[in-house]
């Protein structure tokens, strides 16, 4: 079984959701669907169904977070010692040539990706271009609306 890569932060957040799944959620849709078997007829129970739909969704993502938890490796980013090149857990500084506006990455595993919050995925375009990059370097990056062109700023690993 492949191990895939995930930041300290990131299993932390993981562990933490899962948690509460665990302890808060499923206790609260358990009571649900037992409130709405005691209304009766469970053919014609709207609420009896939409109980189970949610519990079944809770349990899906329990399953998928108790399965990536299971085969991730933690990677400590503040303990690598890689000098000033781009690699899993930097974060990254860039500036886009055409509009010159700044952006700032955070390179992650694919479970813990959110771009609202500056999480790019290590398998995401921009990431792939970025890796092995130094500060100062011109990177192309081939997005869907055209080739976007930055320049890395700044790398940390915090």
């Given amino acids: 079984m492949n191990r895939v890569p995930i930041t ?16 808060i959620e499923r ?6 669907v037992a409130e709405a078997r005691a ?7 709207a609420e009896y169904h939409a109980a189970r739909e949610q519990q079944s969704f809770m349990e899906g993502r329990i399953a998928e977070l108790e399965s990536i938890i299971s085969i991730a490796e933690v990677i400590d980013v503040t303990s690598l010692n890689i000098g000033d090149k781009v690699v899993f857990g930097a974060t990254v500084v860039l500036e886009e040539e055409e509009s010159g506006s700044h952006v700032t990455y955070q390179i992650v595993g694919d479970a813990e990706a959110s771009i609202d919050e500056g999480r790019i995925s290590i398998s995401s375009p921009i ?22 062109i930055y320049f890395i700023e700044s790398i940390q690993y915090i």
Avoid: M, W
């Avoid at 300290?8 to 302890?23: C, D, I, N, Q, Y």
């Avoid at 206790?27 to 649900?32: G, N, T």
């Avoid at 990431?127 to 976007?148: C, T």
């Fill in 8 to 23: 300290k932060a990131g299993a932390e957040r993981l562990k933490s959701e899962l948690k509460k799944l665990k302890t």
């Fill in 27 to 32: 206790p609260k849709i358990i009571d649900a």
């Fill in 39 to 45: 209304h009766g007829d469970l053919k014609e129970n």
């Fill in 127 to 148: 990431a792939r271009a970025l890796i092995g990059k130094s500060e100062d370097d011109e990177v192309e990056v081939q997005a869907p609306g055209g080739n976007k």
